[in-house]
């Protein structure tokens, strides 16, 4: 996959099948998008590709808090790309393109820029100055320019429409296993293994950890029954997010304690997959407690695993 970090950069290419919209993790909703504009694009024998702001559109525009992402900008090029997409147009929203006129936006770059032949986009997308651009703007446009246009219908698990936001909410609320049914992945969090208090080695459970960026959307404090992916093999592990109350006062941060494995992670990239939060995060009596209470959380995990055939 080809990607584009600005529209000077976009030079070159051959003519499109674009899915439009934001992708903030790529879920159940949006996959119907990307699928049915990669296959389109094989059809017509023409590039498939994805059209995002690189931030965040609400960031430009005041008085909206900040959203906080499901997925890093690399992570939705990864799944994006792995879905079969050709280009990414990864641009950045301006000031230029915040007061453009839907009618502009869509000549000077949909089919100037991207050669645009054909476009799939959710029945709410919108753009242009104040979001006056529709799907039935880009239908119109469309007659004019020679492209076809595909709104996808809300798509809806348990009847209700799977989006971003209720993503969001429910990572925000731990309910990782709705989170897989609506996203169609788990809910994963990927870093560099960084130096703790080295307690966990001593009281039988070492732990590998990673920072976490409270900018991004992430899981309450609490345990969980996860995988660990560390130089492309998926381990069974549990881990915990949070500040560790019995120890001391610190920044949130998530360790996982891989089941069966014993070697040094410091520096090294993991990544850990959420499948189901067990209980909160508790403050203990002392070190004793803990420890009993990691045993009791590390039985139910394995048991877990075990019955997956993962352990
Ligand atoms: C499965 C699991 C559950 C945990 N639960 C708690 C908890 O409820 N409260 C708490 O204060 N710390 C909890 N911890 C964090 C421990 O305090 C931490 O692993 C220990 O202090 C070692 O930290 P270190 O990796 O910085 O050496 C948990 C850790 C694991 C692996
Ligand atoms: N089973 C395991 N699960 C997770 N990390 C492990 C495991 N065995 C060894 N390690 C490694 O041991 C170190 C963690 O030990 P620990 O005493 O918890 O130190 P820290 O407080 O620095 O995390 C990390 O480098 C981690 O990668």
Redesign the pocket.
Known sequence: MKIFNSLEEVNGIQPTVVALGNFDGVHKGHQQIIERTVRSAQDMGLKSAVFTFSNHTRTLLKNLPAVKNILYAEEKAKIIETMGIDYMFNIPFTNDILTMSPEDFIKDILVDKFKIREAYCGFNYSFGYKAKGTPEVLMHEGLKHGFGIHVQEPYKIDNIIVSSTYIRNLIAEGDMERCMKFMGRMYSIGGEVVV?????RT?G?P?S?IMIDETMATPPNG?YITYCTYNGVKYPS???V?V????GIYNKNI?T?IFNFDRELYGKQIRVEFIKRTRE????SGIEE?SK??ES??IMAKAYHREKGSL
């Open positions: 703790g208090n080295k307690l966990g009281i459970f732990t950890n345990v549990v881990t915990n949070g560790k109350p019995t120890v360790e304690h995060e508790r403050k203990f803990l209470q990691i959380d590390c």
